[in-house]
């Protein structure tokens, strides 16, 4: 008679620190999700557990180091309609991390460009911020007032927006109550 529940290891893709999930083999991988999400609940606040991505593995505990996404295979992605029973016949090897989940890539594209922000000189954020401040605020069409706030940026002098003050190393959230 198979087991009423197993108990799988798994292993947020950049961390080194496993947890268990218990579940029963006659449910689907997107069940699966749901309990990692239930499991993890703080690491993965704001993640619908359905955009997991879950790998198949056996690798042993003290391993669990080497892992990332570079060492995980295409072929070892679980389905989300597939039972557990299909990846996991049986209860498996205590010592092993069988399941390897990766957070949504949404979510890693923007941290990723929130580092890439945070690296980039002052000079160039202001820039940047100036020409999508004035791209929503729609000053592109007014030349005369889109001169002003270049000049004003340039030479990092104070500039009114909307009755809002800014400075050259500023950001225009906020500046008035139809922005943002």
Known sequence: MAASTITLACLLLGETVPFEVFIDPSSSVNTLKKAIKKELAHSLSGVDAYTLALWKVNI???ARASITEDTLKEEDVMGPLKKVSFYFPDQGSEEH???VVRRPQVKRLREDNEEKAASFPASEVSSAVMTKAMQHLKL?????IRARLLQGSS????TSVHGAKTSGTSTFRGACSGCH
């Open 60 to 62: 042993p505990y003290a």
């Open 97 to 99: 991390i069988r399941v």
């Open 140 to 144: 592109m069409e007014l030349p005369k």
């Open 155 to 158: 030479s990092r002098s104070p």
